[in-house]
């Protein structure tokens, strides 16, 4: 006890026992610092050396014995392979082999009957209209039900632009040709949601997006999940029977985002035929572009930067207005730029979380970030001239931007000092990354300061890899439902497929006041640091992701709510899940929808809509729905076997570097 006590009390009593503690070199007995800890446990000694002692071994209490996780990781990896099956170049995308999958882990087995309905392409009628009317996805609000006219529609989106922004003449001729669009089909999730879920949610759906979370995680205990503890006294035997007794933790049911579960029905209440119907939609989504081509152009030319064509502020706007969205200082911010630092205006979409409400103005900002303060920072760059040992590829994946407009020619601070005034502007240091065989260049908020000087009120909360089995699941639920004998259709197979937004981040741009605070430094292999402006919003800041992530979840939420495409997104990257008959289709759809807001999308990232798709890193195999009434998640086989090999590679050197752990 006295050792407890003279210690301060940093650890539990039991750790001062003689048979819990070292001698030193005087002999003196004590517990063990935190670079002991962190060795005992597989860390480098040195590892996250920047938290301090105290925080230090915070963070090795609560980390795994990186060997043994290791191991464990490799016992799963090696288990029965059959991810080989996707990476086969005869894969048909609406196959139903019962052989395998990928197999790490399955979503839990839904009893579906595979017996085929008496039906050909050439009869395919919407499901359900049979057994109920469900075709009212599509159906109900075409007559009569036009919610807003167009007019009125227009003239509550352009009050998200300063007045007078538009030309009045522009604005009348732009409402004359809006003149007899019906706009039912915007209100449809809204009246769905408030039928079938007693409100409307019309933004994010967080309850769905925390569900999608394991039990038993840091995220549903803060919501309350009882949590079941296994009592400490048992034999390994007992532990063990208790611990298999226990709840998987993926067998918390999954729950649909609001939209998406929309989404779902109406396109199993449809089945093929939602292709035609998606088809006269995006007709008319067309029409309502083009009638705000004018207005369209007008906005997109008063951006402070025009390194990309930008997305339709205006058209997006309208959408806005008509699903009635939250975040309504998108588009405006669309045009005049988004704030990188300092307090940031609240999109109210995503997660409040409990800030200092006090805002970080900007003589605040000034008197910390930037100014004498600034100007230190950058001659404590000067002095810093290491070259890193990437420095070439810096370099290059640097110039490749410069080359797209991106950004401008790499410059010396001289330059900058002319252009915004010694103390005006702030770089971000820039190093590279490599995620497989892509270089990654990453600017440094953390270490510029950029983030400890900006304020958010929110966070965001992302989609798991899970979502398109979840989808999958809930879709043929519902079309099993939608049969009068509980069967699902011949033409029933579900394929899944990617796209990405070309170079996400920057198709947005910061405000004409944070440009000068949106440049990277990194030395050259010469020995001469250099600096260059980012048009785009840097990759490394906090508020960029917060910022970026606005315009992706607007363009899923029109997805979901107006055409009532089964799809989502985790940052750049888009999934969508499709019937195999219509799936070609409902690409290219995908596609022009976003071409009508002007999102430019990677090509060379997109994956066809196949049965074995790759989500956010994870293989899902929905060929085995109808042949093994599952859906089968697990690693990519290449990743697999990467990963295998690292891991021998560890264990057989015995050591790692901070970055590999």
Same mark, same amino acid.
């Given at each position: 006890?006295?050792?407890?006590?003279?210690?301060?009390?940093?650890?539990?009593?039991?750790?001062?026992?003689?048979?819990?503690?070292?001698?030193?070199?005087?002999?003196?007995?004590?517990?063990?610092?935190?670079?002991?800890?962190?060795?005992?446990?597989?860390?480098?000694?040195?590892?996250?050396?920047?938290?301090?002692?105290?925080?230090?071994?915070?963070?090795?209490?609560?980390?795994?014995?990186?060997?043994?996780?290791?191991?464990?990781?490799?016992?799963?990896?090696?288990?029965?392979?059959?991810?080989?099956?996707?990476?086969?170049?005869?894969?048909?995308?609406?196959?139903?082999?019962?052989?395998?999958?990928?197999?790490?882990?399955?979503?839990?087995?839904?009893?579906?009957?595979?017996?085929?309905?008496?039906?050909?392409?050439?009869?395919?009628?919407?499901?359900?209209?049979?057994?109920?009317?469900?075709?009212?996805?599509?159906?109900?609000?075409?007559?009569?039900?036009?919610?807003?006219?167009?007019?009125?529609?227009?003239?509550?989106?352009?009050?998200?632009?300063?007045?007078?922004?538009?030309?009045?003449?522009?604005?009348?001729?732009?409402?004359?040709?809006?003149?007899?669009?019906?706009?039912?089909?915007?209100?449809?999730?809204?009246?769905?949601?408030?039928?079938?879920?007693?409100?409307?949610?019309?933004?994010?759906?967080?309850?769905?997006?925390?569900?999608?979370?394991?039990?038993?995680?840091?995220?549903?205990?803060?919501?309350?999940?009882?949590?079941?503890?296994?009592?400490?006294?048992?034999?390994?035997?007992?532990?063990?029977?208790?611990?298999?007794?226990? *709840? $998987?933790?993926?067998?918390? !049911?999954?729950? #649909?985002?609001?939209?998406?579960?929309? &989404?779902?029905?109406?396109?199993? =209440? %449809?089945?093929?035929?939602?292709?035609?119907?998606?088809?006269?939609?995006?007709?008319?989504?067309?029409?309502?572009?083009?009638?705000?081509?004018?207005?369209?152009?007008?906005?997109?030319?008063?951006?402070?930067?025009?390194?990309?064509?930008?997305?339709?502020?205006?058209?997006?706007?309208?959408?806005?207005?008509?699903?009635?969205?939250?975040?309504?200082?998108?588009?405006?911010?669309?045009?005049?730029?988004?704030?990188?630092?300092?307090?940031?205006?609240?999109?109210?979409?995503? *997660? $409040?979380?409990?800030?200092? !409400?006090?805002? #970080?103005?900007?003589?605040?900002?000034? &008197?910390?970030?930037?100014?004498? =303060? %600034?100007?230190?920072?950058?001659?404590?760059?000067?002095?810093?001239?290491?070259?890193?040992?990437?420095?070439?590829?810096?370099?290059?994946?640097?110039?490749?931007?410069?080359?797209?407009?991106?950004?401008?020619?790499?410059?010396?601070?001289?330059?900058?000092?002319?252009?915004?005034?010694?103390?005006?502007?702030?770089?971000?240091?820039?190093?590279?990354?490599?995620?497989?065989?892509?270089?990654?260049?990453?600017?440094?908020?953390?270490?510029?300061?950029?983030?400890?000087?900006?304020?958010?009120?929110?966070?965001?909360?992302?989609?798991?890899?899970?979502?398109?089995?979840? &989808?999958?699941?809930?879709?043929?639920?519902?079309?099993?439902?939608?049969?009068?004998?509980?069967?699902?259709?011949?033409?029933?197979?579900?394929?899944?497929?990617?796209?990405?937004?070309?170079?996400?981040?920057?198709?947005?741009?910061?405000?004409?006041?944070?440009?000068?605070?949106?440049?990277?430094?990194?030395?050259?292999?010469?020995?001469?640091?250099?600096?260059?402006?980012?048009?785009?919003?840097?990759?490394?800041?906090?508020?960029?992701?917060?910022?970026?992530?606005?315009?992706?979840?607007?363009?899923?939420?029109?997805?979901?709510?107006?055409?009532?495409?089964?799809?989502?997104?985790?940052?750049?990257?888009?999934?969508?899940?499709?019937?195999?008959?219509?799936?070609?289709?409902?690409?290219?759809?995908?596609?022009?929808?976003?071409?009508?807001?002007?999102?430019?999308?990677?090509?060379?990232?997109?994956?066809?809509?196949?049965?074995?798709?790759?989500?956010?890193?994870?293989?899902?195999?929905?060929?085995?729905?109808?042949?093994?009434?599952?859906?089968?998640?697990?690693?990519?086989?290449?990743?697999?076997?990467?990963?295998?090999?690292?891991?021998?590679?560890?264990?057989?050197?015995?050591?790692?570097?901070?970055?590999?752990?």
């Amino acid at each position: 006890m006295c050792r407890f006590n003279s210690d301060g009390r940093r650890f539990p009593v039991y750790q001062y026992t003689e048979g819990n503690l070292v001698s030193g070199a005087t002999g003196e007995l004590r517990p063990l610092n935190a670079s002991e800890r962190f060795e005992l446990m597989g860390f480098p000694s040195g590892f996250a050396a920047s938290l301090g002692e105290d925080k230090r071994l915070a963070a090795i209490g609560n980390a795994w014995h990186l060997p043994s996780l290791l191991l464990f990781v490799k016992a799963i990896l090696n288990g029965p392979d059959h991810s080989e099956r996707p990476e086969q170049s005869g894969l048909s995308s609406s196959s139903s082999s019962s052989s395998s999958s990928s197999a790490s882990s399955s979503a839990p087995p839904h009893s579906f009957r595979s017996i085929s309905l008496r039906t050909t392409q050439t009869e395919v009628q919407p499901q359900g209209t049979h057994v109920g009317g469900k075709g009212q996805f599509w159906d109900k609000g075409s007559k009569g039900d036009q919610g807003d006219s167009a007019k009125e529609t227009l003239g509550n989106a352009l009050c998200m632009f300063p007045p007078g922004f538009f030309p009045e003449n522009m604005v009348d001729k732009a409402a004359s040709k809006l003149q007899g669009i019906n706009l039912g089909f915007m209100r449809k999730y809204e009246r769905w949601s408030k039928e079938n879920l007693g409100c409307f949610v019309d933004g994010l759906d967080f309850d769905a997006l925390y569900r999608q979370t394991p039990h038993g995680t840091q995220t549903t205990k803060k919501r309350g999940t009882p949590l079941t503890t296994i009592p400490p006294d048992l034999d390994a035997a007992g532990h063990l029977a208790e611990a298999m007794a226990l *709840r $998987h933790p993926y067998d918390l !049911p999954a729950k #649909l985002e609001a939209d998406l579960e929309f &989404a779902v029905k109406g396109s199993a =209440a %449809a089945g093929p035929a939602s292709a035609k119907a998606r088809e006269k939609t995006l007709a008319t989504l067309r029409a309502i572009q083009r009638a705000l081509g004018h207005l369209d152009t007008l906005a997109v030319s008063k951006r402070p930067a025009g390194h990309v064509p930008g997305f339709r502020p205006v058209f997006i706007a309208f959408l806005i207005e008509g699903m009635k969205w939250p975040d309504r200082s998108l588009p405006w911010d669309l045009v005049q730029g988004v704030e990188l630092v300092g307090t940031l205006h609240s999109s109210n979409i995503f *997660r $409040h979380i409990s800030n200092d !409400p006090s805002p #970080l103005g900007q003589e605040a900002l000034a &008197a910390g970030f930037l100014g004498q =303060a %600034a100007s230190d920072y950058v001659d404590d760059l000067e002095r810093d001239l290491r070259v890193s040992p990437m420095s070439a590829e810096i370099w290059k994946e640097t110039m490749k931007e410069v080359n797209l407009g991106l950004c401008g020619e790499p410059v010396t601070r001289d330059v900058l000092d002319d252009k915004f005034g010694r103390g005006n502007w702030r770089p971000l240091p820039r190093h590279i990354i490599v995620q497989g065989d892509k270089l990654r260049p990453i600017d440094d908020g953390k270490r510029s300061s950029h983030n400890a000087a900006t304020n958010a009120s929110e966070t965001i909360l992302c989609c798991r890899p899970s979502v398109i089995a979840a &989808a999958a699941l809930e879709f043929t639920r519902e079309l099993s439902e939608l049969s009068s004998d509980g069967s699902l259709p011949e033409w029933f197979g579900l394929v899944a497929g990617t796209e990405d937004l070309w170079k996400g981040y920057r198709q947005m741009h910061a405000l004409e006041r944070d440009q000068a605070v949106a440049i990277a430094s990194f030395v050259r292999e010469d020995g001469v640091r250099v600096y260059t402006e980012l048009f785009g919003l840097p990759f490394g800041l906090m508020s960029a992701v917060i910022q970026f992530n606005r315009v992706p979840c607007v363009i899923t939420a029109c997805l979901r709510r107006l055409l009532l495409m089964m799809t989502s997104h985790y940052f750049d990257d888009s999934s969508q899940l499709e019937l195999n008959l219509i799936a070609a289709t409902t690409k290219t759809q995908v596609i022009r929808f976003f071409k009508l807001c002007q999102v430019v999308i990677g090509h060379d990232k997109s994956q066809r809509m196949t049965g074995v798709v790759k989500f956010l890193g994870t293989l899902t195999d929905l060929t085995r729905i109808q042949s093994d009434d599952a859906i089968v998640l697990g690693p990519w086989p290449s990743t697999r076997r990467k990963t295998i090999k690292l891991i021998d590679e560890f264990l057989a050197g015995g050591r790692m570097t901070s970055s590999q752990a």
